[in-house]
């Protein structure tokens, strides 16, 4: 296996045998295939066919994968085709191929971390969340490319709509395989905006869940204040299928200890039982949006109805809280890689880590102590208000050109910091013709309400907007947040 990493998916030389048509077979979402799955007019090995033929046609330009065996994907393929053909029942994911980004250990699979320092390194278990989706009979695809060590130096994925952009991190490999049609479901991981930014700039739904929610243990520590395990898929409903099918209680992940599994998919599809009521603010980069989005999300929240409203106290102050403590905690958790070999580290990394060893524990207390606060602040604001959910743009505009950078993320960093559940939304398009994504905040805990709302909002926006045809609506200025 260790000798087709990287190789083109398909290399063997198997085709799509039995397949009408490969393309859309990709182009379904996981629900559908699910369905199909279930009714066996779909097999397993028919949609691992399509995808990894998809895969070599992708590869050589969008570089999504760090490690993809075609042996291992048809050989779990197989073994839930026989599943079925036995008549064993179908469990949640039964059949359904999933990406996972390379920060999160797998024993079949190498997991480097997009670290040189990791080259080769093949952990001896599988992450918790890995041994879930085994149980429920997903077919693991392969690792997608995360950034080094999941933070801000670029990796050499590209952006699927256009090859010269970023796709946004640090979960680059697994929102440009969702966008790209080489896979239907993906895991990333978010400590400030790694889920969200790339669904944004990809055009996907990312959800990133109440902190928590899904355990983290075999996850790659980088702060462990923040760090959060996050789907990928093309539709609301697809990634709380995922989610709830990793989430619930761990007893060696002190977020995750004593959760129940909830019910996300059940709800998420659900029919509303009013109107939802959603506010709305540009938070206090709002100045910093391109004008272009700040259009095109204006409008859809002029013509939705949402009320501009402002943010609990402590939301000014919370970027500063979150970089001290993020980057003490990354200094904690790469210490001893940078000692060793800081000469192969990233610049940006060795950066943060220099700043993080600073850091005292009376600043990083505060910190922690302020994200407790905050949270504290949101549930009282979305209580009193009587909020489904809180709208905001995903990122500062579309995917900027060139890979020197992924993108800020400082649009995500209150739900990050809080440790709110939040969902990424492919509703909007920039006057580049690039996506623009639209982000949903929910209380803690309130996920399956949050993404209900979500999956309302994909249905009753009737379609994507353009920024210049939000423009010529625009309904209204400024408002909250400016």
């Given at each position: 296996m260790e000798a087709e990493r990287?190789?083109?998916?398909?290399?063997?030389?198997?085709?799509?045998?039995?397949?009408?048509?490969?393309?859309?077979?990709?182009?379904?979402?996981?629900?559908?295939?699910?369905?199909?799955?279930?009714?066996?007019?779909?097999?397993?090995?028919?949609?691992?066919?399509?995808?990894?033929?998809?895969?070599?046609?992708?590869?050589?330009?969008?570089?999504?994968?760090?490690?993809?065996?075609?042996?291992?994907?048809?050989?779990?393929?197989?073994?839930?085709?026989?599943?079925?053909?036995?008549?064993?029942?179908?469990?949640?994911?039964h059949g359904l191929p999933v990406g996972l980004k390379d920060v999160v250990d797998t024993a079949s699979m190498p997991t480097e971390n997009g670290c040189v320092l990791h080259a080769g390194r093949r952990p001896a278990a599988d992450a918790v969340l890995v041994q879930r989706l085994r149980r429920a009979g997903a077919v693991l695809m392969g690792k997608t490319v995360t950034t080094e060590l999941a933070t801000y130096a670029s990796g050499p994925t590209r952006n699927p709509h256009d090859p010269r952009r970023t796709?946004?991190?640090?979960?680059?490999?697994?929102?440009?395989?969702?966008?790209?049609?080489?896979?239907?479901?993906a895991i990333g991981t978010q400590t400030n905006g790694s889920v969200i930014r790339p669904a944004a700039f990809c055009g996907v739904v990312g959800y990133k869940p109440s902190a928590g929610m899904i355990p983290r243990t075999g996850v790659l520590v980088q702060s462990p204040s923040f760090d959060g395990?996050?789907?990928?898929?093309?539709?609301?409903?697809?990634?709380?299928?995922?989610?709830?099918?990793?989430?619930?209680?761990?007893?060696?992940?002190?977020?995750?200890?004593?959760?129940?599994?909830?019910?996300?998919?059940?709800?998420?599809?659900?029919?509303?039982?009013?109107?939802?009521?959603?506010?709305?603010?540009?938070?206090?980069?709002?100045?910093?949006?391109?004008?272009?989005?700040?259009?095109?999300f204006e409008a859809l929240a002029s013509r939705m109805g949402w009320c501009p409203l402002a943010l609990p106290a402590g939301c000014d102050e919370a970027y500063e809280h979150h970089r001290v403590v993020m980057e003490a905690e990354i200094a904690g958790s790469f210490e001893s890689l940078w000692r060793d070999g800081a000469a192969r580290l990233s610049t940006p990394l060795q950066g943060q880590i220099e700043r993080g060893l600073q850091v005292g524990a009376?600043?990083?207390?505060?910190?922690?102590?302020?994200a407790q606060a905050l949270r504290a602040g949101f549930d009282r604001w979305?209580?009193?208000?009587?909020?489904?959910?809180?709208?905001?743009?995903?990122?500062?505009?579309?995917?900027?050109?060139?890979?020197?950078?992924?993108?800020?993320?400082?649009?995500?960093?209150?739900?990050?910091?809080?440790?709110?559940?939040?969902?990424?939304?492919?509703?909007?398009?920039?006057?580049?013709?690039?996506?623009?994504?639209?982000?949903?905040?929910?209380?803690?805990?309130?996920?399956?309400?949050?993404?209900?709302?979500?999956?309302?909002?994909?249905?009753?926006?009737?379609?994507?907007?353009?920024?210049?045809?939000?423009?010529?609506?625009?309904?209204?200025?400024?408002?909250?947040?400016?």
């Open positions: 990287r190789a083109p998916a398909g290399a063997s030389g198997q085709g799509t045998a039995g397949v009408a048509d490969p393309d859309a077979l990709c182009a379904l979402d996981a629900t559908r295939l699910r369905t199909g799955l279930a009714a066996g007019t779909l097999t397993a090995t028919a949609c691992a066919e399509a995808l990894l033929a998809r895969c070599a046609a992708l590869e050589p330009q969008l570089q999504a994968w760090a490690f993809l065996d075609p042996v291992l994907v048809r050989a779990q393929a197989a073994a839930a085709d026989a599943v079925r053909a036995a008549g064993a029942p179908l469990r949640a994911l796709p946004g991190g640090s979960s680059s490999g697994s929102a440009a395989a969702v966008a790209a049609g080489m896979l239907p479901l395990v996050g789907v990928f898929a093309r539709t609301v409903v697809d990634a709380a299928i995922l989610a709830e099918a990793i989430a619930g209680d761990d007893g060696r992940d002190p977020l995750a200890r004593g959760r129940a599994p909830p019910r996300l998919a059940r709800v998420a599809g659900a029919p509303l039982p009013r109107p939802p009521v959603v506010a709305w603010n540009g938070q206090p980069a709002w100045r910093r949006v391109a004008p272009d989005a700040r259009a095109a009376v600043r990083w207390r505060r910190g922690t102590e302020a979305f209580d009193v208000h009587g909020l489904d959910a809180w709208a905001t743009p995903s990122a500062l505009g579309t995917a900027p050109e060139g890979l020197a950078s992924t993108g800020d993320p400082v649009m995500c960093t209150l739900a990050s910091f809080a440790g709110l559940p939040a969902v990424g939304l492919p509703l909007l398009r920039g006057a580049d013709g690039m996506p623009l994504g639209l982000q949903l905040v929910g209380r803690h805990g309130d996920d399956a309400r949050l993404l209900r709302t979500a999956n309302w909002l994909m249905e009753a926006a009737g379609g994507v907007l353009s920024a210049p045809a939000c423009a010529a609506r625009r309904g209204r200025g400024g408002g909250a947040g400016r």
